[in-house]
């Protein structure tokens, strides 16, 4: 990822690079998308059939109905984006209220990588990372794409975080 591709909420010290960077997968949209078109499918086939200009008009108001659930799954889907850099991961969430939560990768203590057996057929699951200290902060990152490819590249940053971190100790 090109540094002008960083998310201005991820902030990268000198050497830190990003590893990888992804959302919830798309996926989990398609039950909304499926009612949103047959909503809007569904009102413009009655108002075609009904001949009362009311009744008409009220079928009609499907069409937006539609319309807004699959765009509120979408975007609920793409608001939420996952970043592990070199030194980090971060989580954020929301679209105008914005919630970031980020641990560094010498606090994490274990991961867990999850999948139930529909998210193992659609390829997506949950990693948690569990971190260390009194002030315990757990990051999820939930319905990820691929979950074993990137529970690999975290746990390979977490080797190099740990490598780097004994040569740079006492």
């Known amino acids: 990822?090109?540094?002008?591709?960083?998310?201005?909420?991820?902030?990268?010290?000198?050497?830190?690079?990003?590893?990888?960077d992804g959302h919830?997968?798309?996926r989990l949209i398609a039950p909304a998308v499926l009612a949103g078109l047959v909503l809007v499918l569904g009102g413009v086939a009655l108002a075609i059939v009904v001949t009362d200009p009311t009744l008409r008009w009220l079928f009609l108001?499907?069409?937006?109905?539609?319309?807004?659930?699959a765009a509120w799954s979408y975007i609920s889907v793409v608001s939420t984006?996952?970043?592990?850099?070199?030194?980090?991961?971060?989580?954020?969430?929301g679209l105008l209220n914005r919630n970031v939560a980020q641990i560094r990768?010498?606090?994490?203590?274990?991961?867990?990588?999850?999948?139930?057996?529909?998210?193992?057929?659609?390829?997506?699951?949950?990693?948690?990372?569990?971190?260390?200290?009194?002030d315990t902060m757990?990051?999820?990152?939930?319905?990820?794409?691929?979950?074993?490819q990137v529970n690999r590249r975290l746990?390979?940053?977490?080797?190099?975080?740990?490598?780097?971190?004994?040569?740079a100790g006492p």
Request: charged share 20%; with cysteine.
């Open 105 to 134: 990768l010498d606090r994490v203590q274990n991961t867990t990588c999850s999948q139930s057996l529909t998210e193992r057929l659609f390829s997506y699951g949950d990693i948690t990372i569990y971190t260390a200290g009194s």
């Open 155 to 167: 746990t390979e940053a977490l080797d190099a975080a740990s490598t780097s971190g004994a040569r």
């Open 24 to 26: 919830p997968s798309l």
């Open 61 to 69: 108001v499907g069409v937006p109905a539609g319309i807004a659930v």
């Open 81 to 93: 984006r996952y970043v592990l850099t070199s030194e980090e991961v971060y989580r954020k969430t």
């Open 1 to 20: 990822m090109a540094e002008r591709d960083v998310p201005e909420w991820v902030t990268l010290t000198e050497g830190e690079s990003v590893l990888w």
């Open 138 to 148: 757990d990051i999820t990152l939930s319905d990820v794409p691929n979950p074993q």
